[in-house]
């Protein structure tokens, strides 16, 4: 399971993020009101007079001021803080941005198991872990998230299990393409336990792709419950 909190130089390439995010929120917002301002005074009256063109277009930039429209930055984990007025562009990495470690934070998707309310269970169809999540990937997780979102508003004690498939033969596969491309070796060559520990360096670096992915989507699921991959490693022994 990946739930573990940033690192210093994590949460510092994070914050460079969203300032880049609200310097660009700003620029389309100065943009904005440059265009509204131009489109306002062509529709005035000709018979409007310089002078009151500049005070007309002095009082609007008093009116509105761009920082009114950014987001103030959000500490890591907590309830993510809003701009005083709602942008009029849509920028997706400012909207998006601190819900999910909040979400998460706060517990808001684990299933409580001593709870009375009726169940209701999603399985993930485990993504392979031998690659990154694709369009398909986003419109099913989209549409259970749907639904796991609704059952959970209308009083359900829900639970989205996550996880992933192990892909055997697929990344064992891919892993000897690795292996011949990089270092003109075979599984035989390197040996069973150094082979094995270049599936897991692998699973580590995509599947820890795949569950930033979801996050990044907003998948309301119970990281609690990540266990599909340790099951079946621990099944053959493979840890």
């Known amino acids: 399971m990946d739930s573990r909190e940033l ?25 904005a009101q440059k ?39 959000t500490p890591f984990g907590e309830k993510k803080k809003l701009s005083r007025q709602m942008a009029k562009t849509y920028n997706p990495n400012a909207v998006e941005s601190s819900w999910y470690e909040w979400w998460e934070k706060s517990n808001f998707f684990e299933a409580d198991p001593k709870s009375s309310k009726p169940p209701f269970v999603i399985v993930l169809p485990p993504p392979n872990v031998t690659g990154a999540l694709h369009i398909g990937h986003a419109l099913t997780a989209a549409i259970q998230d749907t639904i796991i979102r609704w059952r959970r508003m209308s009083g359900y004690n829900t639970l989205w299990v996550p996880g992933m498939d192990h892909a055997g033969i697929a990344t064992q596969v891919v892993v000897e ?63």
Do not use: C
């Open 7 to 31: 690192t210093p130089e994590e949460l510092e390439k994070k914050k460079k993020k969203e300032e880049k995010a609200r310097e660009k929120e700003l620029k389309k917002i100065k943009a």
């Open 35 to 73: 265009a509204a301002a131009a489109k306002l005074q062509a529709q005035q009256p000709a018979t409007t007079t310089k002078s009151e063109k500049k005070k007309n277009a002095k009082r609007e930039a008093e009116e509105e001021n761009p920082e009114d429209y950014a987001d103030p930055e």
């Open 177 to 239: 393409k690795k292996l011949m491309r990089e270092m003109k070796l075979t599984r035989h060559d390197v040996g069973r336990e150094r082979f094995v520990a270049e599936v897991w360096k692998w699973k580590n670096e995509y599947g820890g792709t795949i569950l930033k992915q979801l996050r990044r989507l907003g998948a309301s699921l119970d990281w609690t419950r990540e266990v599909l991959f340790s099951v079946i490693a621990g099944s053959f022994d493979l840890k």
